[in-house]
T-cell receptor, first 115, second 116 residues
Framework: AQTVTQSQPEMSVQEAETVTLSCTYD???????LFWYKQPPSRQMILVIR??????QNATENRFSVNFQKAAKSFSLKISDSQLGDTAMYFCAFVGLRNAGKSTFGDGTTLTVKP | GAVVSQHPSWVICKSGTSVKIECRSLDFQATTMFWYRQFPKQSLMLMATSNEGSKATYEQGVEKDKFLINHASLTLSTLTVTSAHPEDSSFYIC????????????FGPGTRLLVL
């Protein structure tokens, strides 16, 4: 079974600065997808970024980028130029191709951006 | 694109009644939808996988007779909480998997259920 670990329950960052959220996972599969989702106070889950395991290049989406280390099974999220609207709970998720598309979520990291 | 809606967003009901929650993919077809339950400040707990035209697959510990799932079309899945009790009060979220988008799931806005 896959596991996803987010070791930082809470983090804070000053507006305009950079923050990195960590995520590690465990799997025996070689082909899979990794995701970061954001859940603001409205509780709507929003896709932040997606990474295919077979791609070596780290995914980026504007101010969001990942550091994907497949051998180390690490998938951290970097948020640059943090904005107040980035305040949310962030979930790392794993989807293996052998598991009918089911996602395994980490416990989440609550990020607070301070003005 | 890839919008998922849920209805209702908020429901309060009396103990013993049944509540139906709808999940719709508005601009894409979803052969697979997922139902989650989330407690405050916790992660999402997968309840079941809903496949169009077939029976849902429930996770261990989830009562299939209590949480009835129907996926009658490629754009609609429903979750019915039967004979609801206060312990069923929670936040329920659905997601839909979009074909051809690498296992990406798009989430509905969630339904807050309060059973009195």
């Amino acid at each position: 079974a896959q596991t996803v670990t987010q070791s930082q329950p809470e983090m804070s960052v000053q507006e305009a600065e950079t923050v990195t959220l960590s995520c590690t996972y465990d799997t025996s599969e070689s082909n899979y997808y990794l995701f970061w989702y954001k859940q603001p106070p409205s509780r709507q889950m929003i896709l932040v970024i997606r990474q295919e395991a077979y791609k070596q290049q780290n995914a980026t989406e504007n101010r969001f980028s990942v550091n994907f280390q497949k051998a180390a099974k690490s998938f951290s999220l970097k948020i640059s130029d943090s904005q107040l609207g980035d305040t949310a709970m962030y979930f790392c998720a794993f989807v293996g191709l052998r598991n009918a598309g089911k996602s395994t979520f980490g416990d989440g990291t609550t990020l607070t951006v301070k003005p | 694109g890839a919008v998922v809606s849920q209805h209702p967003s908020w429901v309060i009901c009396k103990s013993g009644t049944s509540v139906k929650i709808e999940c719709r993919s508005l601009d894409f077809q979803a052969t697979t939808m997922f139902w989650y339950r989330q407690f405050p400040k916790q992660s999402l707990m997968l309840m079941a996988t809903s496949n169009e035209g077939s029976k849902a697959t429930y996770e261990q510990g989830v009562e299939k007779d209590k949480f009835l799932i129907n996926h009658a079309s490629l754009t609609l899945s429903t979750l019915t909480v039967t004979s609801a009790h206060p312990e069923d009060s929670s936040f329920y979220i659905c997601s839909a998997r979009a074909q051809g988008q690498g296992e990406t799931q798009y989430f509905g806005p969630g339904t807050r259920l309060l059973v009195l």
